[in-house]
Nanobody
Framework: EVRFVESGGGLVQAGGSLRLSCVVN????????IGWFRQAPGKIREVVSC??????KTVYADSVKDRFTVSSAGRTAYLQMNNLKVEDTAVYYC??????????????????????WGQGTQVTVSA
């Protein structure tokens, strides 16, 4: 069974940090691009970052560049979020692109290309 499980969200003040985890079960971690996405209330799901284990490459949305860092260990992808802003408040999800193991540049990543979403983890940043 393919299953993604996100965790690590919470309530944090602006300027603070959180580290999210995404445990990937049922598929080979290195065979697919792994994406982090987020969805704020009333907004569409948007890409945050993408990890290509096969290429050792990561890409980031401009809104999080230099603040967020994605990494992996074993079957888990991590999203380290520093200097959090109120506008980072959202439910964060991870998913896999089953068509490729490589990441497109962030502006070209489309949510519909990703599958196996987990239940998400809520990140709330207070002012």
């Amino acid at each position: 069974e393919v299953r993604f499980v996100e965790s690590g969200g919470g309530l944090v003040q602006a300027g603070g940090s959180l580290r999210l985890s995404c445990v990937v079960n049922g598929i080979s971690f290195g065979d697919y691009a792994i994406g982090w996405f987020r969805q704020a209330p009333g907004k569409i799901r948007e890409v945050v970052s993408c990890l290509s284990v096969a290429r050792g490459k990561t890409v980031y949305a401009d809104s999080v560049k230099d603040r967020f860092t994605v990494s992996s260990a074993g079957r888990t992808a991590y999203l380290q979020m520093n200097n959090l802003k109120v506008e980072d408040t959202a439910v964060y999800y991870c998913g896999a692109n089953l068509q490729t193991r490589f990441c497109s540049p962030a502006p070209q990543i489309r949510t519909y290309e990703y599958s196996y979403w987990g239940q998400g983890t809520q990140v709330t940043v207070s002012a």
